[in-house]
DNA sequence: AAGTTGCA
DNA sequence: GAAC
């Protein structure tokens, strides 16, 4: 069974959600049209190819992640970094689509960060079973800047923590078109996405793919 | 450890 | 979900 809280008496659903001060979800916010958005995903992974990157401790992570802009966010066993040159194809990262930079500035107008100026997109596809660790977001250079995360395709669960590992973490659904947007007092704060069901998203297939604005310097 | 598990 |  589920509650949904939010849900209003007079019937109409709400399309903003805080998740506490600075955190808040844009639900259903508006995406490039269809074939924009396919095109500007494949531009990137044609020249940066998804990859399955190791953590530091050895771990292949389950997610498979690029990213577009002048930084891109890498990991392997000597630790996780922003790099301007993107060691697959040993090339700087793709140029970040105008689409997209539009798409995550007016995203994060909308939740109160106005001039947010993202020079990273990490692009992550989450297969079936593929998930991601409560973790922060802390390898840029400075935290003034917030974060937005774009989820596309199949639903899941957001895990949205506080800002020590222990504090219980929100779940939050989200779903093709859904934005999160977090900064300032809640810039540190632990998050991650739960294990992905199966399914068939009409435009993605069997994928959710995420794409998370930041500034990394 | 952006991970897995001699777990519970 | 806790522990590591």
């Not at 959600?17 to 531009?43: I, M, T």
């Not at 301007?84 to 105008?98: A, C, G, L, Y």
């Amino acid at each position: 069974m589920t509650l949904d809280l939010f849900d209003s008496v007079g019937g109409t659903e709400p399309r903003e959600e805080d998740l506490g001060p600075g955190a808040r979800v844009l639900r259903g916010f508006a995406l490039p049209h269809d074939a924009a958005l396919l095109s500007a995903l494949q531009g990137i992974t044609d020249a940066s190819p998804f990859r399955h990157m190791e953590t530091p401790g050895g771990f292949r992570m389950s997610v498979a992640m690029t990213s577009c802009g002048a930084w891109g966010w890498v990991t392997d066993r000597t630790g996780y970094r922003y790099a301007e040159v993107d060691p697959v194809p040993e090339r700087p990262w793709p140029t970040m689509p105008m689409a997209f930079l539009q798409l995550a500035q007016s995203a994060a107008a909308r939740a109160g960060f106005a001039d947010f100026v993202p020079d990273s997109c990490l692009v992550n596809r989450y297969d079936t079973g593929a998930k991601m660790s409560l973790h922060q977001d802390k390898d840029e250079r400075d935290f003034s800047a917030p974060i937005v995360s774009v989820s596309l395709g199949l639903p899941a669960v957001f895990l949205f923590g506080g800002e020590g590992r222990a504090d219980k973490p929100l779940r939050v659904r989200l779903i093709h078109g859904d934005v999160v947007v977090w900064g300032g007092p809640a810039r540190l704060r632990y998050h991650g996405v739960m294990p992905l069901k199966p399914g068939h998203h009409p435009q993605l297939g069997a994928h959710r793919i995420n794409l998370t604005f930041r500034k990394a310097r």
